[in-house]
Each structure stands twice: as C-alpha cells, then as structure tokens.
C-alpha cells in the first residue's frame, strides 16, 4: 500500500491504533514498537518511513484476515470514532492496489512485492496468480 507525505500522520496513527488491538501488550516493547520504529526511520528518510508504514499496514491486514464481521465492524466503528480510516476501508485501498498488480501482470516495486506477499497468504484471493507474480519479480531481482 502506498502511503502519501499527506496521509503519513493519519496513517501512522492508524498503525498506532490497530498494533495496540493486534499485537499482546507484552510484544509492544519500547523496542519493538512499530511508531518508534517508524520515527526512527523517518528521522533519516521520510520516503522510507513512508514505505514501511505501508508494509505495516499490509501485516497489519494480514493479521487481521481471519477476523469475524462483527470484530471487524466493531474496530471499524472504534476506528471512525477515532476520525480514522475504518479496517474495511484498508482493506479496500489494500486490494486496489492488489487488483492494479494482477491487470498489469507484473510487480514493479518492493512495496508491491510485500502487499502481494501480504495478500497471497489471505483466504480469498487469487494465491496461484500472486506467487506467479512473486516469483517472477524474484527472478527479475535477481538478474
């Protein structure tokens, strides 16, 4: 998923937001924080801050695949709650980007490697034609 310079705040909010309802308290360490992390990147490049934010978000989506409608539409209510895009929403800007990546018939970008790497492990989707896709820009990177 790309992440925009004016969507980064509200996107890191949102990480923010869903790792304190997805990972156990006693994951989120000082450490291992995914907004310290973030703040570390950022304090040597913005754009690379940005990247893993969206590769956050996608694990994020991943790990909340096998969530029930009624937890996901009590996080989304929690969420708009919060003036903060709902995990529906995500989900949806996730397999645009997924959708982009199988019309075109390749991966041009790691960040796209990572939400098709994301999203091949999901129920749901089209995982032959994802790791297709995969390998093959593996093979690509490679060369």
Do not use: C
């Not at 990147?41 to 989506?61: C, E, F, K, Q, Y």
């Not at 991966?107 to 990572?114: G, Q, V």
Request: no cysteine; glycine share 6%; hydrophobic share 40%.
């Amino acid at each position: 998923m790309r992440i925009g310079p004016d969507d980064y705040e509200r996107m890191r909010r949102w990480l923010g937001f869903m790792a304190a309802r997805v990972f156990p308290p006693e994951l989120l360490t000082a450490e291992t924080d995914p907004l310290t992390a973030l703040d570390r990147i950022t304090a040597g490049s913005a754009a690379r801050a940005r990247r893993g934010l969206g590769m956050a978000i996608g694990d994020i989506v991943e790990f909340t695949s096998g969530w029930s409608a009624a937890e996901v539409s009590k996080i989304d209510d929690l969420l708009s709650r919060q003036e903060l895009p709902t995990l529906t929403a995500v989900r949806s800007r996730f397999s645009s980007a997924i959708q982009r990546v199988l019309r075109r018939g390749r991966i041009k970008t790691d960040d796209e490697f990572h939400a098709v790497r994301n999203a091949a492990d999901q129920p749901g989707t089209d995982a032959p034609a994802l790791w297709s896709l995969l390998a093959a820009y593996e093979a690509e990177r490679s060369r």
